[in-house]
């Protein structure tokens, strides 16, 4: 009789039954809890969408960092300060990089030499368009008080590569006359320079010195 009744034949066995009744849902759902739970683990792949992940795939092999070009690139950010400055972006201090537009206007208002470095290597550049006959730039330095001597001694005649100026000891270093998208560079002996002395650079292409003028400071 008590065979067809089911597999519960003991008061333990009903026992079991039912504590098992209860705990196996349990044991199910905190299982389905922790499964549900690893979705959000970073290592699933449901989670390779987040803006984190895709960043990493996507991020670049390499990198490229640039610096300021050492000539008039790094020079024409730093408009119309003093020249120190614009020397500040070349390490060389017996380096100088400077430069003109066709605004007539160079792009520092000071030049500075330093007397320990012997020979000071200028580099020029004209950053403009216009060719050297319509609106080229040199750069000459002289001593300022002999400023309106050497401008008077001014002479297209004496040609472009001259800087239109005649060999002159007024004329303590020039570079010649360019056009834009030129460059030009020329050794100074700044051992002639007083320390403490007043000099001038200006450009001497005729009517510009009026304003494309700065101070040679030497230190
Ligand atoms: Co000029």
């Known amino acids: 009789m008590s065979d067809t009744e089911g597999p519960i034949k003991t008061p333990k066995q009903l026992l079991y039954a039912v504590l098992a009744a209860f705990l196996v849902?349990?044991?199910?759902?905190?299982?389905?809890?922790?499964?549900?739970?690893?979705?959000?683990?970073?290592?699933?792949?449901?989670?390779?969408?987040?803006?984190?992940?895709?960043?990493?795939?996507?991020?670049?092999?390499?990198?490229?960092?640039?610096e300021p070009v050492k000539v008039a690139a790094a020079a024409d950010q730093v408009s119309l300060s003093d020249g120190a400055d614009v020397q500040k972006a070349n390490a060389d201090p017996c380096i100088i990089d400077i430069s003109a537009a066709d605004n007539m206007m160079f792009n520092t208002n000071t030049i500075r030499f330093d007397s320990t470095c012997g020979e000071t290597t200028l580099n020029f550049k004209h950053t403009g368009k216009l060719p050297a006959n319509a609106g080229g730039h040199n750069v000459v330095i002289v001593e300022s008080q002999n400023f309106d001597s050497v401008v008077s001694k001014i002479d297209m005649k004496l040609g472009e590569d001259s800087g239109y100026l005649p060999n002159d000891p007024q004329?303590?270093?020039?570079?010649?006359?360019?056009?834009?998208?030129?460059?030009?560079?020329?050794?100074?002996?700044?051992s002639k320079f007083k320390k403490g002395g007043d000099y001038t650079f200006l450009c001497s292409f005729p009517g510009h010195y009026s304003i494309m003028k700065g101070k040679v400071l030497i230190s």
Do not use: F, M
Not at 171 to 189: C, E, F, H, P, Y
């Open 171 to 190: 004329v303590l270093a020039k570079t010649g006359i360019i056009g834009g998208g030129q460059q030009i560079t020329i050794k100074i002996n700044t």
């Open 25 to 66: 849902p349990i044991v199910i759902i905190v299982l389905l809890t922790q499964y549900v739970g690893n979705l959000k683990n970073p290592s699933n792949a449901s989670d390779a969408y987040t803006e984190e992940k895709v960043l990493e795939r996507i991020a670049p092999i390499g990198s490229i960092r640039t």
